[in-house]
C-alpha cells in the first residue's frame, strides 16, 4: 500500500464517523471567529437554543471593519464612526461575551487580522484542523495544520457540535525545486504558481506546497503562500512540518509547554507525507524561473513577470478567456502591450493577512529607508496585521522609516484589502497591493489592484509606478 | 431551510468566467448582521450605475440596462447559467444568501468554487455542474429563445429543456438527501452526539496539548 500524504495523516487523524455517504464528519481543534461572518452564526444558536459545543476551541477577534486611523480608533467601539461597522463589533463583543469567547477586542493589544493573530498566539498549531468564516484561513496551513475557510452555516455548525461535516478533497502536490532568485518573495512564489495553474486550478483539490524554494522560506513566507491557495481555488494549503515550524511555534502564549511540548513536537515530526505517498496531481516549477510579479487585471491568474508587458486578448485562441481579457483591460484602465514598469499607480497598499507581518514590514521598510514616497502617489498605507507586529516594527524603527518616506502607519485590521472600513479606493484609482484580491471593486468601487510583493509595493510608491525592486 | 424537490423556471445567462462573490454581493453589505433582505444588492456594482450603500432605497437607483439581470426577458428567473469557476474568492455566505433572496434557486455551470459550491447546499440553492459543451448550447439555446426555461427535479436528477430533451446530472447522495428533505445539518450532526465525545475523550489520550 502506498504511503500517506500529508494530508491524509491530518484528514485520518480528524474522522469522527464516517457514514459511508460522501459526507464525514470531521472534528476541528480550532475556530477562529471575525465580526463578519459570525452574527447569523450566534444568531442562528440563540434560536435553536443551542449551546457553544467546547468554548476553548474558540479565538475570535474584529478584523474586517475596524478603522486604522489612530484618531478614530484610539475613541473605542463607540467611537467608530459608521453606524453599520460599529454594530457589527459590538455585536461580536456581546456574542464573545454571552458565549464566553476568549476574544481580542478592537483596542486589546493582540488584536489584528484572525490570519495573523492565531499563529502569532501559538493558537494555531501543527496537526490541528483550523476553520474560520473566511476564506483566507487556508493560511494556517502553513504549519502542517488542515485549515479552511467556511461560510456562516458551518461556523455556526462548529460552534454547536465542534464538527463539520466534509467531502474529501483530492491531493496535489506543487514541488517549487531549487532556489528562488534574490529579491523573488513569497508572494511571487505563489503569483507564479497561480499564473501557472489557473484561479480554478485547485479546485476539488487540498494543495501540498514542496521543494527547495518552500522549505527555505520562513514561517511568515510560508503563510504567505498558503494564503493564496484559495487564490488558485484550492481551499486548503499546506507545508510540511520541520525545524522551521518548530522553531516558530515554540514558547507562544497558546503553545504547549514542558513535557508536552516535547510530546507534541515528537507528534508533529511525523507530520509530512510519505516517500511513498501518492498525489492526484503533481506539478513542478523551477525557482530560477521566478522573477517578481505583477497583476494586471481582475483575476490573480492574471499575472505577469514586472519586466513583461500587459497582454494581448488577440493572442488568446479561447474566446471565454479573450472576452475576459478584454473586459478585465477595459476595467483596469490599461492597454494591452504597456511595458508594467510604464503602469504609474495612484494608491499604495502594504497590508493584508497575505503581507502584514513583520518580515514584510522589514522587507518593505528596507526599500523605504531614505526614500520618499513620489508625488504623484495620493496615499501610500502601511497597515500591520496585529497589535504585536506593530509593536514589534515601532521597537525596531520600521514606523519612523515609513513616516519619515511618507507612508501613513496605521492601525492593526484588514483595511483595504478588501475595503469594508473607510481605508478604500475611489473610482478609477490604481493601486499597487500587497493584498490577495484584484477582482473588479475589492478595494472600492472602480478600484483598479495589482497584486505584487511588499517590496515592489514600497518600489512603486517611491518611483510612482511599478519597478523591477531587483533593479534599486 | 427550505425544500428543493423540482421547479421549473427562467434561465438567466451571465455569460463570464470566474465570477467571484466580490461581484455577487459586494462588502458594503456585508455589515449587516442578518440573513435576509440581500437580493436587492446582488450583483450591485454590475446592476446599478451609481455605488450602493446598505441603507440607500435600491428602488430609486438607477439600473444599468445593459446588465442581464435588468433585462425584460429575464425577469422572474430562477436559474442562473453561468461559466467555469462561478462563486471564487470570498467564503461569504452572503453571496448564496443574496443569490436566494432574488429568487435564484438552481445554478447551473461547468465549475464552482468549493466554498460557494458548499455554502449553497445550506440555503436551499442547488448547484449543478454540466460539462462545458452541455453548458455551451444553453447559452446558445437561451440567447435565441426569449422566455426559455428549464424544468429541474432533484429527484430524478433531470433537467428538462423546453423541446423535451433531458440532461442528467450528479449530485452527492448526502447532500441530495439534506435538499430534499430541507434539513438542518447541525440537527443531524446532533445524532451522534456519542461519537464525538468518543473522539474527543480518545483525541486528549493521543494528543493531550490539544485541550
Known amino acids: 500500500m502506498a504511503g500517506k500524504t500529508l494530508y491524509d495523516k491530518l484528514w485520518d487523524a480528524h474522522v469522527v464517523r464516517d457514514s459511508g455517504d460522501g459526507a464525514v464528519l470531521i472534528y476541528i481543534d480550532r475556530h477562529l471567529v471575525h465580526e463578519v461572518t459570525s452574527p447569523q452564526a450566534f444568531e442562528g444558536l440563540r434560536l435553536a437554543g443551542r449551546k457553544l459545543w467546547r468554548k476553548a476551541a474558540n479565538l475570535a477577534t474584529p478584523d474586517h471593519n475596524v478603522p486604522t486611523t489612530p484618531t478614530e480608533r484610539h475613541g473605542g467601539v463607540a467611537a467608530i464612526a459608521d453606524p453599520v461597522s460599529r454594530l457589527q463589533v459590538q455585536t461580536l463583543d456581546q456574542n464573545c461575551q454571552e458565549f464566553g469567547i476568549t476574544e481580542f477586542s478592537m483596542n486589546d493589544p493582540r488584536q489584528g487580522i484572525v490570519h495573523v493573530i492565531g499563529p502569532e498566539e501559538g493558537a494555531t498549531l501543527p496537526g490541528m484542523t483550523v476553520v474560520c468564516g473566511d476564506s483566507h484561513t487556508s493560511t494556517h496551513g502553513a504549519f502542517g495544520a488542515l485549515a479552511f475557510g467556511i461560510g456562516t452555516s458551518e461556523v455556526e455548525h462548529v460552534l454547536a457540535t465542534q464538527c463539520l461535516l466534509q467531502k474529501k478533497s483530492k491531493a496535489m502536490r506543487i514541488r517549487v525545486e531549487g532556489a528562488a532568485p534574490a529579491g523573488v518573495t513569497a508572494k511571487d512564489i505563489v503569483l507564479a504558481i497561480i499564473g501557472e495553474i489557473g484561479t480554478a486550478g485547485g479546485t476539488g483539490y487540498a494543495i501540498e506546497f514542496a521543494g527547495q524554494a518552500i522549505r527555505d522560506l520562513s514561517m511568515e513566507g510560508r503563510m504567505t503562500l498558503c494564503n493564496m491557495a484559495i487564490e488558485a481555488g484550492a481551499r486548503a494549503g499546506m507545508v510540511a512540518v520541520d525545524q522551521t515550524t518548530i522553531d516558530y511555534v515554540k514558547g507562544r502564549p497558546w503553545a504547549p509547554k514542558a513535557d508536552l511540548w516535547e510530546q507534541a513536537v515528537a507528534d508533529w515530526r511525523t507530520l509530512h507525507s510519505d516517500a511513498d505517498a501518492v498525489f492526484d496531481k503533481e506539478i513542478v516549477i523551477e525557482a530560477a524561473g521566478i522573477k517578481p510579479q505583477v497583476t494586471w487585471g481582475t483575476s490573480p491568474e492574471m499575472v505577469v513577470a514586472v519586466d513583461a508587458r500587459v497582454p494581448d486578448p488577440a493572442h488568446e485562441s479561447d474566446s471565454v478567456k479573450r472576452e475576459g481579457m478584454k473586459a478585465a483591460l477595459a476595467y483596469m484602465g490599461l492597454e494591452a502591450n504597456t511595458p508594467i514598469t510604464e503602469i504609474q499607480i495612484d494608491k499604495a497598499f502594504i497590508g493584508s493577512c497575505t503581507n502584514s507581518r513583520i518580515e514584510d514590514l522589514r522587507a518593505a521598510a528596507a526599500v523605504a529607508k531614505n526614500r520618499r514616497v513620489a508625488d504623484s502617489v495620493k496615499l501610500a498605507l502601511v497597515v500591520p496585521g496585529s497589535g504585536l507586529v506593530k509593536k514589534q516594527a515601532e521597537e525596531e524603527g520600521l514606523d519612523k522609516i515609513f513616516i519619515e518616506a511618507g507612508f501613513e502607519w496605521r492601525e492593526p485590521g484588514c483595511s483595504m484589502c478588501l475595503a469594508m472600513n473607510a481605508d478604500r479606493l475611489e473610482p478609477g484609482e490604481r493601486c499597487a497591493s500587497t493584498s490577495n484580491r484584484n477582482f473588479e471593486g475589492r478595494q472600492g468601487q472602480g478600484g483598479r489592484t495589482h497584486l505584487v510583493s511588499p517590496t515592489m509595493a514600497a518600489a512603486a510608491a517611491i518611483a510612482g509606478h511599478f519597478v523591477d525592486v531587483r533593479d534599486l | ?211
Open chain 2, 1 to 211: 431551510m427550505e425544500k428543493f424537490e423540482k421547479l421549473t423556471g427562467i434561465v438567466m445567462p451571465m455569460d463570464r468566467p470566474n465570477v467571484d462573490t466580490d461581484a455577487i454581493i459586494p462588502k458594503q453589505f456585508l455589515k449587516s448582521i442578518k440573513r435576509t433582505g440581500f437580493g436587492p444588492n446582488l450583483f450591485d456594482e454590475w446592476r446599478y450605475l451609481d455605488q450602493g450603500e446598505p441603507d440607500a432605497d435600491n428602488s430609486r437607483r438607477p439600473l444599468n440596462p445593459d446588465f442581464v439581470l435588468n433585462q425584460e426577458r429575464y425577469q422572474g428567473a430562477k436559474i442562473l447559467l453561468a461559466r467555469e469557476n462561478f462563486g471564487c474568492g470570498s467564503s461569504r455566505e452572503h453571496a448564496p444568501w443574496a443569490l436566494a433572496d432574488y429568487g435564484f434557486r438552481v445554478i447551473i455551470a461547468p465549475s464552482f468554487a468549493d466554498i460557494f459550491f458548499n455554502n449553497c447546499f445550506k440555503n436551499g440553492l442547488l448547484p449543478i455542474v454540466l460539462d462545458e459543451k452541455t453548458v455551451d448550447d444553453l447559452f446558445r439555446e437561451i440567447d435565441a429563445t426569449p422566455g426559455y426555461a428549464l424544468r429541474v427535479d432533484l429527484e430524478t436528477q433531470i433537467i428538462t429543456k423546453p423541446d423535451g430533451g433531458e440532461i442528467s446530472f450528479e449530485v452527492d447522495e448526502f447532500r441530495k438527501y439534506c435538499l430534499l428533505n430541507g434539513l438542518d445539518d447541525i440537527g443531524m450532526t446532533l445524532q451522534h452526539v456519542d461519537d464525538i465525545r468518543a473522539y474527543e475523550a480518545r483525541r486528549q489520550q493521543e494528543a493531550p496539548w490539544l485541550f
